[in-house]
Structure formats: C-alpha cells, structure tokens
C-alpha cells in the first residue's frame, strides 16, 4: 500500500515536498515513481528512483526543479518541488515496480494520489 500526503495550494515560485509511505512489501528491493495527470491530460512521468537511490531519472518539463529521493529505513520516498509553475497543477501519485521506468504500466502498485494546485 502506498500513501501521498504533502499536497496543497501554493503560489507560482513556491516550493512543496510531497511523501509517499510505503507498507506491506518490501521497499527497499523496488523501484519509485512519481506521475502527475492534469484534468483532461494523461498521466504524465515526472521522476522515478532504484531501489538503492543511486539512479534517478526526471521527466523533462521538472528537470532541476524538482528532486526524488528514499529513505529506505523509513520506507518513504520523497518529491521535492521547487520553482513551481502554474502548469504543475495536477494530482500527483505515487508508484513502485520492479525497475526504474518512464512508463506508467511498468509499475504494479499505486497511491490515491495527492493534489498540487499552484496559482500564478
């Protein structure tokens, strides 16, 4: 089971860091994704994470805006957010698989998601 928090309204420029609590499987052996999807948008691949944090790879509209991280021991993977644009608006979810991946179906499990809402 994956949990988001860390949603919420904030102004253009501002910053959030959203979570995703991880819990009946073993985290540390998988892959984490973020994806977001906009109202009449499909979901979108903004960032994903190894299983050892070593590799990261990042969607290129948030490229050096936006930072994935894990804490294993804590079984929670993180999605700072900086710079944030008008066009970020969109629920945020979570997801883990067995590799790093831009696609959307490569991962098995998923959050509920979490809404982002900047005004500009």
């Known amino acids: 089971q994956l949990v988001e928090s860390g949603g919420g309204l904030v102004q253009a420029g501002g910053s959030l860091r959203l979570s995703c609590a991880a819990s009946?499987?073993?985290?540390?052996?998988?892959?984490m994704g973020w994806f977001r999807q906009a109202p009449g948008k499909e979901r979108e691949f903004v960032a994903a994470?190894?299983?050892?944090?070593?590799?990261?790879e990042y969607g290129d509209s948030v490229k050096g805006r936006f930072t994935i991280s894990r804490d294993n021991a804590k079984n929670t993977v993180y999605l700072q957010m900086n710079s944030l644009k008008a066009e970020d608006t969109a629920v945020y979810y979570c997801?883990?698989?067995?590799?790093?991946?831009?696609?959307?179906?490569?991962?098995?499990?998923w959050g509920q998601g979490t809404q982002v809402t900047v005004s500009s």
């Open positions: 997801a883990g698989g067995p590799v790093v991946a831009v696609i959307p179906g490569r991962y098995d499990s």
């Open positions: 009946g499987r073993t985290f540390s052996s998988y892959a």
């Open positions: 994470i190894s299983w050892s944090g070593a590799y990261t």
